[in-house]
Antibody
Framework: QVQLQESGPGLVKPSETLSLTCTVSGFSISANYYWGWIRQPPGKGLEWIGTVYYSGGTYYNPSLKSRVSISVDTSKNQFSLRLSSVTAADTAVYYC????????????WGQGTLVTVSS | EIVLTQSPATLSLSPGERATLSCRASQSVSSYLAWYQQKPGQAPRLLIYEASNRATGIPARFSGSGSGTDFTLTISSLESEDFAVYYCQHRSNWPWTFGQGTKVEI
């Protein structure tokens, strides 16, 4: 079955770059799908970060666009998130998720990983 | 950016009661609206897509309606496992956005 699993450091220092990877199993990342990142600060709601199409096209939240990059590695069946110049406001649970080309909805999610920004 | 406003923030109900959750968009999203359920410590789960289509495995007590700017998620008869936070989300254009959530509590 389709599974997504986030991985990466749980603690990042302020001003550094947050890097996370989502490993997809049970499904080819090269299929006609979108792959996205969503985050949730502790006790708050969901925020869409960005989405990458399997062929490489990207779409980012304008509020994060200057700091965010999402890419796909088809050889490893993974996609990645990089968020630069982090502050305490970037502390959140980060989720990766899949969206079919149509309908473009987030139908499978990873379990999420907590990233804390602190010195 | 399209803003989604959910109401009420909290809905206090009992098992067996009907729950009606609202999501209003700041501009038309056609039918490109989805609903998700999130329980504590878990990832969100897709319930409804394209405003009124139940996702795979979602019980029939969940239904969605609406188009344009006004949408409703209805749970016809609440069961204990339905007490959770519900989010709406649009995919009408980029950027995708979520509502702030409605908590359904006992």
């Amino acid at each position: 079955q389709v599974q997504l699993q986030e991985s990466g450091p749980g603690l990042v220092k302020p001003s550094e770059t947050l890097s996370l990877t989502c490993t997809v199993s049970g499904f080819s990342i090269s299929a006609n799908y979108y792959w996205g990142w969503i985050r949730q600060p502790p006790g708050k709601g969901l925020e869409w970060i960005g989405t990458v199409y399997y062929s490489g096209g990207t779409y980012y939240n304008p509020s994060l666009k200057s700091r965010v990059s999402i890419s796909v590695d088809t050889s490893k069946n993974q996609f990645s998130l990089r968020l630069s110049s982090v502050t305490a406001a970037d502390t959140a649970v980060y989720y990766c998720a899949r969206a079919p080309f149509s309908p473009r909805v987030l139908d499978y999610w990873g379990q999420g990983t907590l990233v804390t920004v602190s010195s | 950016e399209i803003v989604l406003t959910q109401s009420p923030a909290t809905l206090s109900l009992s098992p067996g009661e009907r729950a009606t959750l609202s999501c209003r968009a700041s501009q038309s999203v056609s039918s490109y609206l989805a609903w998700y359920q999130q329980k504590p410590g878990q990832a969100p789960r897709l319930l409804i897509y394209e405003a009124s289509n139940r996702a795979t495995g979602i019980p029939a007590r969940f239904s969605g309606s609406g188009s344009g700017t006004d949408f409703t998620l209805t749970i016809s008869s609440l069961e204990s496992e339905d007490f959770a936070v519900y989010y709406c989300q649009h995919r009408s254009n980029w950027p995708w956005t979520f509502g702030q959530g409605t908590k359904v509590e006992i």
